[in-house]
Structure formats: C-alpha cells, structure tokens
C-alpha cells in the first residue's frame, strides 16, 4: 500500500498531512492567490475549517475528521470512560458538514475502532493510527479507480481525446490523488488526454480556482469555462467523457454532487456522451433508497452575491441550492475502487457491498 509520503509522489497538490503534531490543511479559500496551511492542533479547528470550506471535498473533510478525533484524544490524554471523553467532539465534527457522506462514514469507523479499544493502554495512539489508515487507504483506492477510469478511456478511444469535468474532485477534495481528476490524472500519464475542458462552476468556482489550479501544478493540458458554455462545448468539440466526482451515492444508483451535475448529465445524454462517476464505495449510501431521498443543503446567499469584493444586491431574494440529484439512468458507469459498474442499479451496486463486507 502506498504511505502518505510516497503517495506524494504521485500527485504535486496535497490538501492535508499530518506533521507529526498536528493537522496541516492547505487553506483552499485562498486558492489560487496563495497557498496558505492551517495549523490545527484540536477538534474545535478542523471543524471549523470543515465548516468554513478550507477543506473541500466529501473525502477530504472525512479524513480531517478523523485526524481531529485523533487530536481531542491526544489532548484528553487518558480516560476511564474514552466514548464519553470524545462524544461531544464527534457531535461537533458530524455538525461542520452533516450532508458529507463520507465523514459520516469515517466518524463511524472510528466510533467503532473506539468501542474495540475498551481498556486499551493507549487510545489517542490507536485512534492517530485509525486516522491514517483511513488516509493511506483513500490514497491507495484513488490511484486504483485513476487506473481503472483511466483503462476505460483507452478502451472506448486509443489516443488522446477531450474529456470534461464539474467542480473539484481531485487531490484538493481527497486524501492526495483525486476521483474525477485521479481518472484524469492517470488518463494523461497513459497519453489519453488532449484537453481537459473546466466548468468554472458557480457560485463557489472550485472549477475555476481548485481544479484549475491543480491542473496547472501537473501540467495537464486544460481550458477553463463559464458553466453555460458546457452544451455549446459538448456541441462543437469532440469530447469524450463527461467525469465527475460524487458526495453521496444512493442505492438505486443515483448521484448526489455538486450543484450543475444532473445539468451536464443532461447535456451529455442530448450529446451522446459518455458520463463517468468516479467515487469510493464509502460513498455508496444503501439506507437512502433514491437520491431524491437525501437531505440537499442550501448555503447563504453571499456566496452567489459576493463577486471580486462587490456585493450585487438587487433586491431579489437569493436561492443557493449546493447539490443536485442525477438520476441513475444518466450515468453510463460508476468507478469504484473494488471495480467498476456500468449502467447502475439497486442490484449492482447491492452485489458490489455485499463482496466488500465478504472479502
């Protein structure tokens, strides 16, 4: 399995390692103006940099979560009773982004990791080692599905074509190499890749200032866009795939992702597109039945109005809706680390967790 240190190797842009003493998270606020590391040393600040978008991604804020259990264990030190010690650190880390799956997830991994370590002479250790298992493996199933996504380019197109993405689903939005631009990423090493078309995507741009950013750090050949060019581009360019990341995955198949996913799912069909999911099987949520069923968060309006330092303000109240629902029958296949599921479905997908949980 690769470590942190030789998964860097494989991508130039980390959001997020552990020093040895604390949390550094690349500030992605910031971004691209300057590259600025947070500092966080408890609980209290990787929730808040949860909370306030220094670190993105549905992968990324899981694994800072579980750094941050990490880190109020160390700072508790020792404990008769560890699950009452910790229970309002977890309560405040699953409050700075109840909508992502995946801290969910890796907050219930490290509750149960907890609940085996009843009596154990070191916790805040084990729980430190938790935490970067959950890491070191995020990095380890990313390269797999870059390589599996990146099989199925080559298998559709022998040389280099167009490929297109929505929002930030790479390194920045993961434990070190990236979903969607893992795929890209391991596309463009292979020389499948001619451009990768960006959707600048509004209103918190992580198209225009996290993936182009890092597109920019790995020399991947790359044109950015405003979000309504995409049908015009879909139109006019050979485009090959339509690759995106996801927050949340339903049973039957159905993707819940950055606000514009379900459009470009759309455009892509019209199109006659291929349209890619590239997201671990954490992601995959077999107690929400549809995707419809999930809870899609609404942000604060100065996201959409704050522009460059101006405020527009017309007078019309403001709706800023964060995620969308694309429907399962608009998604031609689903990359997984444990493998890759074409035309998905309640049943594929079930089949897939059941030889996770066997194997």
């Known amino acids: 399995m690769h470590t942190q240190n030789q998964a860097a190797s494989d991508a130039k842009v980390r959001a997020l390692h552990w020093t040895g003493r604390s949390l550094s998270l690349l500030d992605q606020r910031r971004l691209p103006a300057e590259e600025v590391y947070l500092d966080c040393q408890d609980a209290c600040s990787v929730a808040t940099a949860i909370r306030d978008l220094a670190v993105q991604g549905p992968t990324a804020v899981g694994i800072a979560a579980a750094y941050g259990i990490a880190l109020a264990a160390r700072l508790v030190g020792s404990s008769d009773d560890w699950e009452k010690a910790l229970a309002a650190d977890f309560r405040m880390l699953e409050a700075a982004r109840p909508s992502a799956m995946h801290l969910v997830w890796t907050l219930r991994v490290l509750r149960e990791r907890l609940q085996r370590l009843r009596g154990h002479d070191d916790v805040p250790g084990e729980l430190l080692l938790a935490a970067k298992a959950i890491h070191d493996s995020d990095i380890e199933s990313n390269l797999t599905m870059g390589r599996l996504g990146a099989q199925l380019i080559r298998r ?107 459009a470009l799912a ?76 074409e035309r998905p479905d309640a049943a594929k997908l079930a089949e897939m967790l059941s030889h996770r949980r066997l194997h």
Do not use: C
Not at 288 to 298: C, I, Q, T
Not at 324 to 329: E, H, I
């Open 156 to 262: 559709h197109q022998k040389g280099p074509q167009n490929l297109m993405t929505h929002s930030n689903a790479g390194a920045l939005g993961t434990g070190g190499y990236g979903t969607a631009l893992g795929v890209i990423r391991s596309a463009h090493r292979a020389g499948l890749v001619d451009t990768v078309y960006i959707s600048e995507t509004r209103p918190r741009l992580q198209g225009a200032r996290l993936t182009a950013w890092e597109l920019a750090q790995e020399g991947v050949p790359a044109l950015l866009s405003v979000d309504s060019a995409a049908a015009h581009l879909m139109k006019t360019l050979n485009i090959g795939w339509i690759i995106v990341g996801a927050d949340r995955i339903a049973a039957n198949g159905d993707l819940i992702g950055e606000i514009g996913t379900y």
């Open 266 to 341: 759309i455009l892509a069909m019209h199109h006659g597109l291929r349209f890619m999911v590239v997201a671990p099987s954490s992601t995959i949520d077999l107690s929400l039945e549809v995707g419809e069923d999930a809870p899609l968060e609404d942000r604060d309006q100065d996201e959409l109005l704050d522009i460059g330092g101006r405020h527009l303000d017309a007078g019309v109240p403001v709706l800023n809706p964060v995620l969308d629902v694309t429907p399962a029958d608009l998604i031609d296949v689903i990359v997984t680390e444990k493998g890759i599921i």
